[in-house]
C-alpha cells in the first residue's frame, strides 16, 4: 500500500517537474534573445576586420570618408537612432554604438 503511494507522489512530482519546466520554456527563449543583445566587442575579430569602433571620430578619417558616418544613419543599424546602443544586421542583431563606425556603412536611405 505504501508503495502504491509513493509511486503517485512519485508520479506528481515528476508531473510537477514537467510542469515548471513547460511554464520555464518562453522564459529561456527571452533569455536567449538577451544573449543575442550583447554589446559587440571592439576586439571581436569581426569588428576588427571591419575596423569597427564605438566612437566614429576614432576612426581612420581616410577610411571613413566622411564625418557623417555613424552607426545610427547606417542601413545596418536598426535600433532607435537617438539610444546609446542599437542592433546592427552586420553583427548578427549584437548591439553596436549609434555614435560608432565601421567599414560596411552604407547610408540608411
Ligand atoms: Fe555600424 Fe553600420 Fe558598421 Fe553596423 S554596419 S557597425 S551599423 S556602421
Redesign the pocket.
Known amino acids: 500500500m505504501d508503495k502504491k503511494k509513493d509511486l503517485r507522489l512519485g508520479r506528481r512530482a515528476f508531473v510537477k517537474v514537467l510542469g515548471t519546466a513547460a511554464a520555464a520554456l518562453p522564459f529561456m527563449g527571452f533569455f536567449k534573445n538577451v544573449r543575442a543583445a550583447e554589446k559587440?566587442s571592439p576586439d571581436d575579430p569581426m569588428a576588427q576586420s571591419?575596423k569597427?569602433v564605438e566612437d566614429a571620430s576614432k576612426a581612420d578619417a581616410s577610411i571613413r570618408g566622411g564625418d557623417d558616418?555613424?552607426?545610427h544613419n547606417?542601413?545596418?543599424?536598426t535600433g532607435d537612432p537617438k539610444a546609446e546602443y542599437g542592433p546592427?544586421?552586420?553583427?548578427g542583431g549584437k548591439l553596436?554604438s549609434s555614435k560608432?563606425?565601421?567599414?560596411?556603412?552604407?547610408k540608411k536611405p
Open positions: 559587440i571591419l569597427y558616418r555613424f552607426c547606417c542601413m545596418q543599424y546592427c544586421n552586420i553583427f553596436v560608432g563606425w565601421c567599414m560596411s556603412w552604407v
